[in-house]
């Protein structure tokens, strides 16, 4: 089945240890994002991976870090969480970096992130 | 700067009746929208897309560039349509490719 992957679907950590996020897509597509979802502000653009090795931030990149070393694999990483970065966490990817304006974006489950 | 708003956040209609859940965006270029639907503790899924003018579940959208308006629309709203709806609005290369996301409304079908 074509489908985002993410794990863990929930997490509670405390202030400071550093934690990953995976994100794996079986679809071969070329774009990849990171987005969080907060109450009242709705999705926001964490960062973003045009191809294997290229990232660039989104609105909201403090406090993250993202790599692509493989198409299909795109981890989200917070060296250091914080409570302001609870929330919930979606994956997302695109066939082409250059269609997102066709074909959207196809999201993972997401996962739901506590920083006590 | 491009942007999407989503007026209302709470929208209580009952069974059987209309709705309508209103976009609107600011985009200096051609828009091309979408609107996603996220059930209960579920991912985000596409709805429909201005490209393709589907209609999907029922529901349709009607791009008007006059009114910088995407209003997704459904005559007759069944409780199954209870969900989060978010209008979403791609920026293109110089955005990095990325959708901009409205607010979201919050859809809820009494029976």
């Known amino acids: 089945e074509a489908q985002v992957t993410q794990n863990p679907r929930y997490l509670i950590t405390v202030t400071g240890k550093k934690l990953t996020v995976t994100c794996s897509q079986n679809m071969n597509h070329e774009y990849m994002s990171w987005y969080r979802q907060d109450p009242g502000l709705g999705l926001r653009q964490i960062y973003y991976s045009m191809n294997v090795e290229v990232t660039d931030k989104g609105d909201v990149p403090e406090g993250y870090k993202v790599s692509r070393k493989e198409k299909r694999n795109f981890p989200l990483i917070l060296e250091s969480p914080s409570p302001n970065q609870t929330s919930l966490y979606f994956c997302?990817?695109?066939?082409?970096?250059?269609?997102?304006?066709?074909?959207?974006?196809?999201f993972g489950s997401g996962t739901r992130l506590t920083v006590v | 700067a491009q942007r999407v708003t989503q007026p209302e956040k709470l929208l209580s209609v009952f069974k059987g009746a209309p709705v309508e859940l209103k976009c609107n965006y600011s985009y200096s270029g051609s828009p091309e929208l979408f609107w996603y639907v996220q059930y209960s503790r579920q991912r985000l899924q596409l709805l429909l897309r201005?490209?393709s003018r589907e209609s999907i579940k029922g529901f349709t959208a009607d791009l008007n560039k006059g009114e910088t308006s995407f209003h997704l629309k459904k005559p007759f709203a069944q409780e199954e349509d209870s969900a989060m709806y978010y209008c979403?609005?791609?920026?293109?290369?110089?955005?990095?490719?990325?959708?901009?996301f409205g607010g979201g409304t919050r859809v809820l079908v009494k029976p």
């Open positions: 997302a990817s695109s066939l082409h970096r250059d269609r997102v304006n066709n074909y959207g974006y196809t």
């Open positions: 979403a609005l791609p920026g293109g290369k110089a955005a990095g490719n990325k959708l901009t």
């Open positions: 201005h490209i």
